[in-house]
């Protein structure tokens, strides 16, 4: 009896140190079947031209596909090799289901408004204007005049402009023409569009104090995983904290806002394959630019 109890407390540290090991090595297995999710998400491909692009043996490869595939992450089609499952597909229902524009953007424009002290929109396209989802106040005394739930110009605004970069020239003149009959029209249409490209070619937009007197913003695209813009954030103050170098360095800090917005919503900087019409609830006339926004 005794020496089978020796024994067993010599069994036991030996299983209690594997146990680490195995951890790792799960964690390691894990992670080579997310490694072969991207290279097949590039596109079909065969198990040797896989197993090469993962750096692996063709059997460690196939033992990874294998489990992949027989829970419906993979398809495998014989001569065509592998391609991604109907079970990712339903996830990523699930995701876009449950992901939710303010909720997902609120830590972002917290952080925001906290590092630049000034006030911070989330705005979408809503039947031609500018739909107001979430403001957060800045610290500094001054009244912006925006509300939640309020709707604005899209010419005019900063946020307008930014959830337009997409669409082209017709489109914006078409906008430009509807909307300002109603403004005070200092600005002409041939200045409009010439800040217009501008600033498709910077991914964002500018408000100088045409919505507004004495109010200057800094706006940017957010995209979704398509690459779609379908909100827009922006950075407001008084003119008098925003000069022209603070709003050109201010840009960069909503570029980025804006960018990880877009990517807590799954975009990877990638643009449409090919241009498209707006739609949903973002309605706005017009085709998309095939290349715009931030990179």
Same mark, same amino acid.
């Given at each position: 009896?005794?020496?089978?109890?020796?024994?067993?407390?010599?069994?036991?540290?030996?299983?209690?140190?594997?146990?680490?090991?195995?951890?790792?090595?799960?964690?390691?297995?894990?992670?080579?079947?997310?490694?072969? =999710?991207?290279?097949?998400?590039?596109?079909?491909?065969?198990?040797?031209?896989?197993?090469?692009?993962?750096?692996?043996?063709?059997?460690?490869?196939?033992?990874?596909? /294998?489990?992949?595939?027989?829970?419906?992450?993979? /398809?495998?089609?014989?001569?065509?090799?592998?391609?991604?499952?109907?079970?990712?597909?339903?996830?990523?229902?699930?995701?876009?289901?449950?992901?939710?524009?303010?909720?997902?953007?609120?830590?972002?424009? &917290?952080?925001?408004?906290?590092?630049?002290?000034?006030?911070?929109?989330?705005?979408?396209?809503?039947?031609?204007?500018?739909?107001?989802?979430?403001?957060?106040?800045?610290?500094?005394?001054?009244? =912006?005049?925006?509300? =939640?739930?309020?709707?604005?110009?899209?010419?005019?605004?900063?946020?307008?402009?930014?959830?337009?970069?997409?669409?082209?020239?017709?489109?914006?003149?078409?906008?430009?023409?509807?909307?300002?009959? &109603?403004?005070?029209?200092?600005?002409?249409?041939?200045?409009?569009?010439?800040?217009?490209?501008?600033?498709?070619?910077?991914?964002?937009?500018?408000?100088?104090?045409?919505?507004?007197?004495?109010?200057?913003?800094?706006?940017?695209?957010?995209?979704?995983?398509?690459?779609?813009?379908?909100?827009? =954030? /922006?950075?407001?103050?008084?003119?008098?904290?925003?000069?022209?170098?603070?709003?050109?360095?201010?840009?960069?800090?909503?570029?980025?806002?804006?960018?990880?917005?877009?990517?807590?919503?799954?975009?990877?900087?990638?643009?449409?394959?090919?241009?498209?019409?707006?739609?949903?609830? /973002?309605?706005?006339?017009?085709?998309?630019?095939?290349?715009?926004?931030?990179?």
């Amino acid at each position: 009896m005794r020496s089978t109890r020796n024994a067993d407390r010599h069994e036991r540290p030996a299983a209690r140190g594997e146990e680490p090991e195995r951890a790792r090595l799960g964690s390691q297995t894990l992670l080579r079947g997310l490694d072969v =999710i991207d290279v097949v998400a590039e596109g079909p491909i065969k198990l040797g031209d896989l197993a090469a692009r993962l750096g692996l043996t063709r059997s460690t490869t196939h033992r990874l596909a /294998s489990a992949l595939t027989d829970r419906r992450y993979l /398809s495998f089609v014989p001569h065509s090799g592998y391609s991604l499952g109907p079970k990712l597909l339903e996830l990523g229902f699930r995701v876009r289901d449950e992901l939710d524009l303010p909720r997902v953007a609120a830590p972002h424009l &917290e952080r925001l408004a906290l590092l630049t002290e000034d006030t911070v929109h989330l705005g979408v396209l809503d039947h031609g204007h500018v739909l107001y989802l979430d403001k957060v106040p800045g610290k500094r005394r001054i009244n =912006i005049s925006s509300r =939640i739930g309020e709707l604005q110009p899209v010419s005019s605004t900063g946020l307008g402009k930014a959830l337009i970069l997409d669409l082209d020239e017709d489109a914006w003149i078409e906008l430009f023409r509807t909307e300002r009959p &109603e403004r005070r029209g200092e600005v002409s249409l041939q200045e409009w569009l010439e800040r217009m490209r501008r600033y498709v070619r910077s991914g964002y937009a500018f408000d100088l104090q045409e919505n507004e007197d004495q109010i200057r913003c800094i706006a940017a695209p957010i995209r979704d995983v398509a690459g779609r813009t379908i909100a827009a =954030i /922006s950075v407001s103050s008084a003119a008098q904290y925003m000069s022209d170098q603070r709003m050109q360095t201010l840009s960069k800090d909503v570029l980025t806002t804006a960018q990880r917005i877009s990517e807590d919503l799954g975009w990877t900087g990638r643009q449409p394959a090919a241009p498209t019409q707006a739609t949903g609830r /973002s309605k706005a006339h017009g085709k998309r630019r095939g290349a715009a926004g931030p990179r």
